[in-house]
């Protein structure tokens, strides 16, 4: 569901692992460092699957999920996250 949602998107989808191995949909993966985990988790207990968005500008990381979702719940999430993401970045300047 991620990938569809991605390529229908037009998001590129940075794929952690932590086991050192691809998932089919994203064969392009990175370990997921312990850097990568400390932003993502802040020192909470790990879960997964998990879903973050990086804004590239900023890399501010922010959590979009944990666990799966529907594409029409990441499609409302996304919409709502985006507007707090805006508003938070713009207060930051």
Known sequence: MLKHWAEKNHVFVL??????EPLAEFPKFRPATTQWVNAAFAGQAISYPALFVVNRQT???YPVSIGSLSERKLNERMRSLIVKIKSFEGGLS
């Open 15 to 20: 794929a952690l692992s932590f086991d050192n």
């Open 59 to 61: 890399q501010m990381l």
